[in-house]
Nanobody, 120 residues
Framework: QVQLVESGGGSVQPGGSLRLSCTAS????????MGWYRQAPGKERELVAI???????NYADSVKGRFTISRDNAGNTAYLQMNTLKSEDTAVYYC??????????????WGQGTQVTVSS
């Protein structure tokens, strides 16, 4: 099994920055894609950013230019650098990973979530 452990959440003022980290551990051959999702109160969980094994990235329109996703392949760790945070960024942020055990056996895992609160 695979465990995703997140860290870096907290409370900041508008305009501040946070960096989230997600480290995968367990039985892993290859992580195809890692991503960050968030869920605000009363909202559906939404994609924030994803990064593939080749380094390609995609971002939600709402965070483009402010957030940056990166990946440390050696450490099976993904990061989300969040700058110029806004109140609307307040949510629980979840790490997601698609893990390939075999070409025909791919599974998704989720982290426990970390709270990000942006308020004055």
């Amino acid at each position: 099994q695979v465990q995703l452990v997140e860290s870096g959440g907290g409370s900041v003022q508008p305009g501040g920055s946070l960096r989230l980290s997600c480290t995968a551990s367990g039985t892993i051959f290859r992580i195809n894609t890692m991503g960050w999702y968030r869920q605000a109160p009363g909202k559906e969980r939404e994609l924030v950013a994803i990064i593939t094994s080749s380094g390609s990235t995609n971002y939600a329109d709402s965070v483009k230019g402010r957030f940056t996703i990166s990946r440390d392949n050696a450490g099976n760790t993904a990061y989300l650098q969040m700058n110029t945070l806004k109140s609307e960024d307040t949510a629980v942020y979840y790490c997601n990973a698609e893990v390939m055990y075999q070409l025909w056996d791919r599974r998704e895992y989720w982290g426990q979530g970390t709270q990000v609160t942006v308020s004055s």
